[in-house]
């Protein structure tokens, strides 16, 4: 049976807007990497514009931890300049002189328990002088290596008196069986409910709003099938190269670095069925029956790739294996794209053709809902030619916003058809900046509310997928690079939609 009840509705993240919403429980979050490049890119720019919205607690401590040494005012200057940077807002003093003062640093590698005792005993300050409860998020931007000694030091000194979340970036393992044994690890110390696994695109607006699109609107929900879809295409396109990340880079791929996750999460909300509810529980149940109906694609079916040199923007640039930290013969995939089947009622025969890679020709992620003609057009030829199947697509960056492609009548004598578009803009319609997608996820953390994170056996499903399509990439070698930077990938990529008499569709 659905509830209504309010408490329900308020832990509910979709159903209000973020103005509306709770302010977190007084707490501490302990942000363990506070020297890399994810806190002063994501974590501390998001902080910023929750305090710039008078989001945050009301009594607050961020506590960051990393191994360079440091102290608290050298640490209030790095993410002062880290916010100016990188804020969507502009640094206002007042707001930063009130966010500034309670940051905190504590510079160890918790190799050994003097490290966990000094955090325990600043914890312990902190607590006593802001009234936080023994309330903790414990937020791991740090290299996996690293997660087990911090998970066992935390949890063998659990603050029982208030509440513990833990915050998990990605990856999550490399592979079914090290995220098996990384849960295992976590649940020796955490309850499932206090781990928060991020993936960072069900932060996004648009993501979310592929929730609101398909469930707030009785229109889309009856043609949201293989009767009348034909093909879905989610492309995640970016056009810069690995950055400074080669080391992770060169073991993820791309099939780790975002097919595995970001990718299949995308999927699984265009693909799953209406949940009875928005709790934590109903969405993430109905997401990894999709990711269960997922069936091993035929190896043909999958192409990768790897980008060699070529220009950006008219800027030339270099190819991977000439990145620097890249081995000069590495098979490293930047590239992948496959056809995939949801074996269930509503999906089975209709494709979902995925695509992702570095260095394409423009940076931008989408998800088309691509309809079945129209059955019998009565148009003479002429006019019939300009008819096209309905597209819907979802523009999750940039240009955020939807799009609907319908065949129109061109002006003037005579029937001549045209496809035009109708078009939902978030920027014009709603008149508001974007919220990032860490702003969200960190309130969520503070709240308790894990609905836009995912759960232990949605990320071993999609590993399972990874793995067995890595298993038969073992077998052949293809002749990298072969795609030119600034390009859409190799050419097997058209192919692999050529031979099912279809084509990606193009920006
Ligand atoms: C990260 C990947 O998870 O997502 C990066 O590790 C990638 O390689 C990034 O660039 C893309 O995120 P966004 O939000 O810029 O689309």
């Not at 072969?482 to 099912?500: C, F, I, M, Q, V």
Request: proline share 6%.
């Amino acid at each position: 049976m659905s509830t209504t009840a309010p408490d329900r509705q308020q832990e509910n993240p979709l159903a209000e807007g973020l103005a509306l919403r709770r302010t977190p429980d007084p707490c501490a979050l302990v942000i363990f990497g506070a020297s890399g490049d994810l806190t002063h890119k994501k974590l501390m720019p998001a902080l910023y514009a929750l305090a710039v919205r008078r989001l945050l607690p009301p009594r607050f401590a961020i506590v960051g931890v990393a191994r360079t040494g440091g102290d608290d005012g050298s640490f209030r200057e790095d993410m002062a300049n880290a916010v100016k940077q990188h804020a969507r807002d502009p640094f206002r003093q007042d707001v930063w002189d009130e966010l500034a003062a309670q940051l905190h640093y504590l510079a160890t590698d918790f190799a050994d328990s003097s490290g966990e005792d000094k955090l325990h005993g600043l914890l312990g300050e902190l607590d006593e002088k802001e009234e936080l409860g023994g309330k903790r998020v414990f937020y791991l931007a740090v290299p996996p290596p690293a997660f087990p000694t911090i998970v066992e030091a935390l949890g063998k000194r659990r603050d029982e008196r208030g509440w513990t979340r833990l915050v998990v970036e990605k990856p999550f393992g490399h592979d079914l069986a090290s995220a098996k044994e990384l849960t295992a690890t976590l649940l020796e110390y955490f309850k499932e409910e206090e781990i928060f696994r991020i993936d960072h695109y069900l932060g996004k607006e648009t993501v979310q709003n592929m929730l609101a699109l398909r469930f707030a609107n009785g229109i889309f929900e009856p043609i949201w099938n293989r009767q009348f879809v034909d093909h879905v295409q989610i492309t995640v396109a970016e056009s810069i190269g690995i950055e400074a990340r080669a080391g992770y880079y060169e073991q993820a791929g791309a099939i780790r670095d975002i097919f595995q996750n970001h990718l299949l999460q995308l999927l699984a909300l265009t693909a799953m069925e209406p949940p009875i509810d928005f709790t934590s529980a109903s969405v993430h149940n109905e997401k990894v029956k999709v990711l269960r109906a997922l069936h091993t694609p035929a190896p043909r079916s999958v192409v990768r790739g790897q980008y060699g040199r070529g220009f950006i923007e008219g800027e030339e640039v270099v190819a991977y294996r000439e990145e620097a930290g890249v081995a000069a013969e590495s098979m490293t995939e930047t590239f992948v794209a496959a056809k995939l089947y949801v074996d269930n009622w509503r999906w089975a025969d209709t494709p979902f053709y995925v695509r992702m890679g570095k260095r394409l020709a423009r940076h931008e992620t989408t998800i088309a809902i691509q309809f079945k003609e129209a059955p019998h057009p009565p148009f003479e030829e002429s006019a019939a030619e300009g008819v096209r199947p309905n597209v819907l697509v979802v523009h999750v960056q940039p240009d955020e916003g939807v799009s609907l492609a319908i065949g129109a009548k061109v002006p003037g004598q005579g029937m001549t058809i045209r496809t035009v578009h109708m078009d939902f803009l978030y920027g014009g319609t709603f008149r508001t900046g974007m919220p990032e997608a860490y702003e969200r996820l960190i309130l969520d953390t503070m709240l308790g509310d894990s609905t836009l994170f995912t759960r232990a056996d949605e990320v071993e499903e999609q590993w399972l997928l990874v793995d067995s399509i890595v298993a038969a990439w073992q077998r052949d070698k293809p002749s990298f690079p072969n795609y030119p930077s600034g390009t859409w990938g190799p050419p097997s990529a058209e192919e692999l939609l050529h031979r099912d008499g279809r084509a990606w569709r193009r920006p």
